[in-house]
């Protein structure tokens, strides 16, 4: 009896240690309690934001055509994601499949960068020729708060962009230029808990760049602030 006991409790051990080294390999799904929680979507972390408050870690999808002369780049005011959602109710889940008019379809990946500049040409899974012209792509990710928090956000972009934070459109800079930090600033007060971001940068030619940061108004990384992607 006392040895069947013994047995018995060896296994338990055994498949509890497996149990946990199993999961201790899965990703780090993130959904409890945060953006994971709010959105439904499959994305990963928390992220640090870098020690500038630059973001480094998001979901891509693109390209997307952006045909025309500058300034009537068409893309600009063409909402690609219109069949699923839109713009401005657009929810992406690692690998959701884009259709372009086309007929052919992209995915929604992630990536991370190892500059504070998020430089298109260098990601790999959109396939782009170095200074392909007159296309677009989208980037999303979420920020989870600790607490209620006045923030700036500051971006940067070549070409133009628009943004949304919690699906509300807050910023449309139809413009051509190469990318500086803090183009534009955006004062916006942060509730405690997730909020999503989406941009949109089109792209005439040369340089397909933009950077984002998430700041106090002094300018200073913005505290208590995670990322997911």
């Known amino acids: 009896m006392i040895r069947d006991k013994l047995h018995f409790c060896i296994a338990g051990l055994c498949l509890f240690t497996i149990f946990a080294l199993f999961a201790g390999c899965q990703e ?15 994305i990963l972390g928390p992220y640090e934001l870098d020690g500038a408050g630059f973001i480094t870690n998001w979901l891509v999808v693109g390209p997307f055509p952006n045909p025309g002369e500058r300034p009537d780049n068409k893309g600009f005011d063409v909402d690609y994601l219109a069949g699923y959602g839109g713009e401005a109710k657009h929810v992406p889940v690692i690998g959701m499949e884009i259709t372009r008019d086309d007929g052919t379809s992209v995915k929604w990946a992630q990536y991370y960068a190892v500059s504070y500049r998020i430089d298109f040409f260098g990601i790999d899974h959109l396939g782009l020729d170095y200074d392909q012209e007159d296309i677009l792509a989208y980037v999303v990710c979420w920020l989870e708060c600790a607490d209620d928090m006045q923030v700036e956000i500051r971006v940067g972009s070549d070409d133009g962009y628009k943004l949304w934070l919690d699906h509300k459109l807050i910023a449309s800079e139809h413009v051509y230029r190469s990318a500086y930090t803090d183009q534009e600033r955006y004062p916006v007060k942060l509730s405690k808990g997730s909020h999503i971001i989406l941009i949109k940068v089109d792209q ?22 995670k990322v997911w992607n």
């Open 28 to 42: 780090p799904v993130g959904t409890p309690g945060a953006a994971g929680e709010k959105t439904g979507a499959k």
């Open 204 to 225: 005439d030619y040369g340089s397909f760049e933009f950077m984002f940061r998430v700041v106090t108004p002094d300018g200073k990384k913005a505290p208590g602030v």
